[in-house]
């Protein structure tokens, strides 16, 4: 079984900054890839950013050069420095890891954390 927990979320003004953080654990061989998405009162969730075990990063259109996803392979977490944030970001954010079990790679999520941003 694997665990992911996230947080750091909270109420922010726009414009100002937060930290998201991730830890994964239990048993697994190998995390091949980690990601945060969002998902906004009454919308689809959505992509924001991942990163892949060689530090290959990708990120929503909307949030490059705001937010940069970061990944800790020796502890497994996965940070989303969140930067510039406005209205538009307000969501729980969620973590996700793709995850090698045996022979198989599974996903999982973690439970969201809260981010709001008010004007």
């Given amino acids: 079984q ?12 726009a414009g100002g900054s937060l930290r998201l953080s ?3 654990s239990g048993s697994f061989s190998s995390i091949d890839q980690m ?13 924001v950013a991942t990163v892949i075990g ?9 949030v490059k050069g705001r937010f940069t996803i970061s990944r800790d392979n020796a502890k497994n977490m996965v940070y989303l420095q969140m930067n510039s944030l406005q209205p538009e970001d307000t969501a729980v954010y969620y ?14 999520w973690g439970q969201g954390t809260q981010v709001t941003v008010s004007s």
Avoid: M
């Fill in 2 to 13: 694997v665990q992911l927990v996230d947080s750091g979320g909270g109420l922010v003004q």
């Fill in 22 to 24: 991730c830890a994964a």
């Fill in 35 to 47: 990601g945060w998405y969002r998902q906004a009162p009454g919308k689809q969730r959505e992509f």
């Fill in 54 to 62: 060689s530090g290959n990063t990708n990120y929503l259109s909307s």
């Fill in 95 to 108: 973590c996700e890891a793709v995850v090698k079990v045996g022979r198989y790679t599974h996903n999982y």
